[in-house]
């Protein structure tokens, strides 16, 4: 797709409507900038050029020719009216009071190259070798922004616009308001160039960043620009990085070059070379986006170039609303190409696709949480198993982006280092429980950035979050369906979850509309047990809340099905704590008061402590159950979830060694320590199946009174 050089190419994104966010504070922002920037990264205006030779020589020439223009004309005597005010700040001539006079400078500075760009001089031999796009600003400056959910203003709205468009376009685009869909950068100008000024302009363009993220739903990576009185600098935001190059100064020859290399740089590159998804097409006509997911590898056809499935839709579950990380965005989708607007509508999509970057080893034989490859597994060994048909993702399409970066080129695995190139290896994060506080050495706070690769699938059925829930009744069906198929992925296709949380575990109407059934989702974070070599304590993993007791715990246990049982129960309190939704919510005043509001505030040492004190003995358990709101039915999810802790913590038939949950010493051997969580590793199978004879047995017992609601 060439999302820049039609008329689909000013609409970088085009989404159905905006997620609420929760938005960037300035105290996170300045976090960010603090812990993550790295500056001086002279690479990123090359980062932006084509990946076709005979493109980027034709840039290279173009960005040479406007400068030297520039330069003529800035040494002229005379300059035309249409530059003076430019020209004449440049020269020194002329001081500035207000951040919008900077805008103005800027503005005039993007229409002298973009004028140039598209003219005779430079455009001119195979139209294949011509600018595909020129990089305007938004006419109004200092405005707010169409479906921003940010109170203050965006200085300089940029954006790629059609190089052939008619007047009627023009128009048309001159006649709209900025809307944070259609942005290439946002741009922060302040007056001064201090230290001060310069980290508030970053962060400030943070803020914005995460915004465009959740509404450019093809946007791989962001660039962004501040102008701090002279000196622009450009920066590239990524799943792990924030890289801003060196002071691109504009009364110097050497910054007012670079900078107009990178101008014509955007305006010739490769849209993936501006940060857009190129495996992403929106289809203006049928107001949806066309997105192509890797088939699996029995479906793909011998000898063609069929290695994929197309998809369509415009409806979004889950946008990737935060700045850092994984990205993950899911989809409603269809894959019969629609014929009007309405064949997308929700209704009429049955399946979901989650787009994602994965962390993992460069080496693909080494991937050993591939989702793909385990739904892959899960769905050829439990298709045989009617007891849980219904209730695991159904895998249609998957695996790794692939798309070729030039006409030229094979098509490669899109990965956060094909996206730095040789900048990858110079990019350092944050290491996790650190902060650059306590240490005067910001490397010694850093790691490098671990690389990420794009991937995709397309799954079915489709389910609806907790949250629409309205009766635990239903819950503990949905739990009972979910850790059902759980056990069967962990004995029969040897596949264990590792993160069963409120977001994984979804639900959705029976045919008749008379029951629910549940479904658990993600499986980033899963793991093949078949695989020997494989240690599955070598990180934590899951939602925090949820952890397992042994997860959060450094040592060299191994994670078993428990750990997802015990995660299992958490979420069964924190929901009977915190209801559904918001709406059912405690006041702050009984907040304050909550135990289980621990297990997601202060250091990992305190949450342990805290669930092996509740998880001890049943006494201890009483003091969360009973903080539970008091909704219909809500004793029957406390007496489900004191049994579940029995048979877990205090199982009858196992000895006094695997009861409890806090370690102590042995009456028989003060030298030696039990430590009962530990102890019940070997136990696995058989209080996997004791738990799911509880879960199963309240299940059937409310099915009536269940079923009697609808």
Not at 339 to 358: A, G, L, M, P, Q
Not at 462 to 477: A, E, M, N, S, T
Not at 652 to 676: C, M, T, V, W
């Amino acid at each position: 797709m060439d999302t820049s050089a039609s008329e689909s190419s000013y609409m970088a994104s085009k989404s159905t409507g905006t997620r609420a966010l929760v938005n960037e504070s300035k105290r996170d922002a300045d976090f960010n900038v603090k812990e993550r920037l790295q500056l001086d990264f002279d690479g990123l205006v090359d980062l932006a050029a084509p990946v076709d030779v005979q493109l980027r020589e034709r840039a290279e020439e173009t960005a040479k020719g406007i400068a030297e223009e520039f330069e003529f004309i800035l040494a002229s005597p005379d300059i035309p009216d249409a530059n003076n005010e430019l020209f004449s700040w440049i020269r020194g001539d002329a001081t500035i009071d207000r951040e919008k006079e900077l805008c103005d400078y800027f503005d005039m500075l993007l229409q002298f190259v973009s004028k140039r760009i598209g003219g005779p001089n430079y455009a001119r031999g195979p139209h294949s070798l011509h600018p595909k796009r020129t990089i305007e600003a938004f006419k109004r400056h200092d405005c707010e922004v169409d479906g921003s959910e940010q109170d203050n203003c965006l200085d300089v709205f940029a954006e790629c616009l059609p190089e052939n468009r008619d007047d009627k376009l023009t128009l048309k685009l001159e006649s709209r308001n900025p809307c944070s869909e259609t942005m290439l950068t946002a741009v922060v100008a302040k007056k001064t160039d201090s230290k001060t000024a310069t980290e508030g302009a970053c962060a400030q363009l943070l803020v914005y960043m995460r915004e465009t993220y959740v509404t450019q739903w093809n946007r791989r990576f962001i660039w962004g620009l501040t102008m701090c009185r002279d000196a622009i600098r450009v920066y590239s935001f990524g799943n792990d990085h924030l890289l801003g190059s060196k002071d691109m100064r504009l009364t110097e020859r050497d910054g007012r070059t670079k900078f107009i290399q990178l101008l014509v740089n955007w305006s010739f590159c490769e849209e993936h070379r501006l940060g857009y998804d190129p495996t992403m097409i929106w289809l203006p006509e049928l107001r949806c986006w066309q997105i192509k997911v890797p088939a699996l590898p029995e479906t793909v056809i011998e000898h063609t170039s069929v290695s994929s499935k197309l998809f369509y839709t415009r409806c979004t579950i889950a946008a990737a609303d935060h700045l850092f990380g994984r990205h993950t965005r899911t989809f409603l989708a269809t894959n019969n190409k629609p014929t009007c607007v309405e064949d997308t509508d929700s209704k009429n999509c049955k399946y979901v696709i989650k787009d994602s970057w994965v962390e993992l080893t460069h080496n693909a034989d080494d991937d050993m949480r591939d989702e793909a490859r385990h739904l892959h597994k899960i769905r050829e060994r439990l298709r045989k198993f009617e007891d849980v048909k219904g209730c695991y993702p159904t895998i249609i399409a998957g695996g790794r982006i692939k798309f070729n970066q030039s006409d030229d080129s094979e098509a490669v695995d899109d990965t956060t280092a094909s996206i730095l190139g040789d900048l990858f290896n110079d990019v350092t994060v944050p290491l996790k429980n650190s902060s650059s506080e306590n240490s005067s050495n910001k490397s010694e706070c850093s790691n490098l950035a671990p690389f990420r690769v794009h991937k995709r699938i397309a799954t079915t059925p489709v389910g609806k979050p907790l949250r629409h829930l309205d009766c635990p009744l239903k819950l503990i069906k949905v739990m009972a369906d979910v850790m059902r198929v759980h056990g069967r992925m962990r004995w029969d296709a040897d596949i264990l979850h590792r993160d069963i949380s409120t977001n994984n575990v979804l639900f959705y109407e029976t045919k008749d509309g008379q029951d629910v059934c549940g479904l658990l989702i993600d499986f980033d974070h899963a793991i093949d047990c078949s695989v020997s070599n494989y240690r599955p304590h070598m990180d934590r993993s899951g939602t925090l809340p949820f952890m397992s007791i042994n997860n959060l715990e450094t040592n060299v246990e191994l994670i078993t099905g428990l750990d997802d049982w015990e995660s299992a129960l958490y979420m069964l309190c924190w929901i009977g704590t915190y209801g559904f939704n918001a709406n059912l919510a405690p006041s702050k005043e009984v907040y304050g008061k909550l135990k289980i509001r621990k297990w997601c505030e202060g250091l990992l040492d305190d949450i342990v402590d805290s669930k092996r004190q509740s998880m001890d003995n049943a006494t201890s358990f009483y003091q969360l159950t009973k903080a539970f709101l008091p909704y219909a039915h809500v004793t029957t999810l406390q007496d489900l979830t004191e049994e579940l802790r029995t048979a877990l913590f205090e199982n009858p038939n196992l000895g006094p060694e695997f009861h409890g949950a806090l370690s102590r010493r042995d009456k028989q051997d003060k030298r030696k320590e039990i430590d009962p969580v530990a102890n019940r590793k070997n136990m696995e199978r058989e209080l996997m199946t004791s738990l799911q004879e509880v879960l199963d047995r309240y299940a059937n017992e409310t099915k009536a009174l269940r079923i009697s609601k609808n």
